[in-house]
């Protein structure tokens, strides 16, 4: 999995100075935030499903490799294939040999960030198969040669204009030649396009937002209806997905299928909900002879058993991003990571290792709402907090930060010390200041200041109110 994380710092710089981007980002308040908490609203029981769900997700991964066999005991009985990818690499050449065997020189995909983590479009390319994104937002990047910058909505990160400009540059070869503005007219415009796309595929990629153990189904949620195209006119689908997405049974797929639309985009279900459950049968009239399912491992089995197995009850819904402070000022990219925002801080390091991915676990206020908003109750901050424990453990954090830290563990381990520095500081901050507010701090707190004010301290402090009370309340 690619990872640019190094350049986090720099690229967060760069995108709060992008108007365009700041302009784009807006659309996550309004767009997700209020319709996620109305959507929430509008259902009396949102809070105890939560808990199901997070119970339904604990107890699978805890008995992942029973329901992981009983999926393709299921698979195989209903004429389909399970294929186990041990990383990125077995997984890219299961896909690939698959086309080969299908003879496929292009294959429709919908959206899938499991493909977007193993790198698939690159490689199939590379061998000469045609890759043709077809949901409309990973259409419109992989034009403009970019990544996503959202799980859910990949183009969060551009703006109208810049859509039109992508469509009039590559849709003159289609015999498009005038610049729409408009959206509908946009979106008519790509869909011609595709449309001739998905009748000439062959072979069709999708991911899976869960699988059915008890039926060996593949579920996918759209709102464009192209994974239904993507996995019904070529005559190979291959599903790929990663081992966590199972649920038991149908009836557990249904809570979450209630969850996961209302978290993401605030509705109560999608446009299309799609249950692929193999091959075509004899007496279907359309549909794919041969179903595939690569299952990729790809470092989660190393999660389990460890304090990140609870990241496994994921389901990409996006929430945790579009509420958080940091996600939502400067986007996807700055992460380097298809796995963006506080999902991502803990995913990525999971999957690609702390020494590549250091800088993600720390771009968190801590302010818990990603938490809050998450629908299987995903612990974020503590995990965040438990990946910068490694981070300080194997010396890959900053040294001033390990000095700085050092420090404060041996003042606060001492009553005596703590009082004395704290009175010290007081005393300082106070003396700096200018009519209650501090402008810029020495030193380390150079940065703090750097973007924002400091109040001044109030006044004395809370023990040693306490101590002059003797005590009393
Ligand atoms: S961590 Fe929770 S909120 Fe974030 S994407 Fe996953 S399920 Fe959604």
Redesign the pocket.
């Known amino acids: 999995m690619e990872v640019e994380s190094g350049a986090f710092v720099e690229k967060a710089r760069a995108a709060l100075d992008d108007a365009t981007l700041q302009h784009a980002l807006k659309h996550i308040k309004h767009g997700f935030v209020e319709a996620r908490a109305n959507a929430a609203a509008r259902l009396p029981d949102f809070e105890a499903m939560r808990d199901r769900a997070r119970d339904v997700k604990a107890h699978t991964i805890a008995h992942l490799a029973d329901y992981l066999e009983q999926f393709e005991a299921n698979v195989t009985a209903r004429g389909g294939k399970v294929h186990w990818a041990r990383d990125a690499r077995e997984a890219r050449a299961i896909i690939h040999g698959i086309c080969r065997a299908a003879g496929a020189r292009t294959v429709t995909k919908s959206k899938s960030m499991v493909t977007e983590e193993i790198e698939l479009n690159p490689y199939l390319e590379e061998h000469s198969i045609e890759p043709i994104e077809t949901d409309l937002g990973e259409y419109i990047i992989q034009l403009r040669g970019e990544k996503p910058s959202h799980?859910i909505a990949p183009v969060i990160h551009l703006s109208k204009d810049q859509v039109a400009d992508t469509f009039h540059e590559h849709h003159g070869r289609h015999g498009f030649h005038t610049r729409l503005t408009e959206r509908s007219g946009m979106v008519r415009e790509a869909r011609s396009i595709l449309r001739q796309r998905f009748v000439k595929a062959d072979v069709g990629i999708t991911g899976a937002n869960f699988l059915v153990a008890e039926t060996g189904s593949a579920v996918v949620v759209t709102n464009e209806g192209n994974a239904d195209l993507t996995a019904s006119l070529p005559d190979t689908h291959i599903v790929v997905t990663g081992i966590e997405k199972l649920v038991p049974t149908l009836d557990d797929c249904h809570l979450m299928l209630r969850l996961l639309p209302r978290?993401a985009t605030g509705q109560d279900i999608t446009a299309y909900v799609s249950f692929f459950t193999g091959p075509k049968r004899t007496d279907d009239l359309s549909g794919p002879s041969s179903f595939h399912v690569v299952l990729l491992d790809n470092g989660r089995s190393d999660m389990m058993g460890t304090e990140f197995e609870e990241?496994l009850?994921?389901?990409?819904?996006?929430?945790?991003?579009n509420h958080c402070p940091v996600y939502s000022n400067i986007g996807g990219h700055a992460y380097g990571s298809v796995y963006p925002?506080?999902?991502g801080a803990v995913l990525t390091p999971s999957l690609a290792g702390i020494d590549k991915a250091g800088h993600l676990p720390n771009a968190s206020s801590f302010c818990g709402r990603?938490e809050a908003?998450?629908?299987?109750r995903?612990p974020?901050p503590k995990l965040m907090r438990h990946w910068r424990e490694r981070e300080f453990e194997r010396h890959l954090s900053p040294s001033g930060t390990r000095w700085g830290l050092r420090a404060w563990s041996m003042i606060a381990a001492s009553p005596r010390l703590y009082r004395s520095m704290q009175w010290t500081a007081s005393r300082f901050l106070r003396l700096i200041a200018s009519n209650g507010w501090i402008r810029r701090l020495p030193l380390a707190g150079a940065g703090w200041t750097g973007e924002r004010d400091m109040h001044a301290p109030a006044g004395n402090s809370f023990q040693h109110q306490w101590r002059k009370r003797g005590g009393r309340r």
């Open positions: 799980i978290s990241m009850r994921c389901i990409r819904c996006g929430a945790c991003l925002g506080p999902m990603c908003v998450c629908p299987v995903i974020l």
